[in-house]
């Protein structure tokens, strides 16, 4: 079974900063992307950014130049710098993980979630 644990959400004033950081651990698996959501009550989940195995970054038109998604390989870790914070990203973040997981002599590849962290952006 594979998990993604979150860490590093909380209230921060509007300009400041956080980071955000998901493992993945588990079962045998690969990794083909991993990244970050967020949702608010009442709005359809939406991606924020994500980072493919071989490190390349996609990111939300509203997080750019914002936001910096990064990847411990070792770890299987990825981390979500998140500065110049606006009230509007007031949300819970949850953790994607795109992966390849051995099940005896299979691999199988699935979507996981982790449980969210709440990011509040207000003064």
């Known amino acids: 079974q594979v998990q993604l644990v979150e860490s590093g959400g909380g209230l921060v004033q509007p300009g400041g900063s956080l980071r955000l950081s998901c493992e993945a651990s588990g079962s045998s698996f690969s990794i083909y992307s991993m990244g970050w959501y967020r949702q608010t009550p009442g709005k359809q989940r939406e991606l924020v950014a994500t980072i493919t195995s071989d490190g390349s970054t996609n990111y939300a038109d509203f997080v750019k130049g914002r936001f910096t998604i990064s990847r411990d390989t070792v770890k299987n870790t990825v981390h979500l710098q998140m500065n110049s914070l606006k009230p509007e990203d007031t949300a819970v973040y949850y953790c994607?993980?795109?992966?390849?997981?051995?099940?005896?002599?299979?691999?199988?590849?699935?979507?996981?979630w982790g449980q969210g962290t709440q990011v509040t952006v207000s003064s």
């Open positions: 994607n993980a795109d992966l390849g997981v051995r099940r005896g002599l299979t691999i199988t590849r699935d979507v996981y």
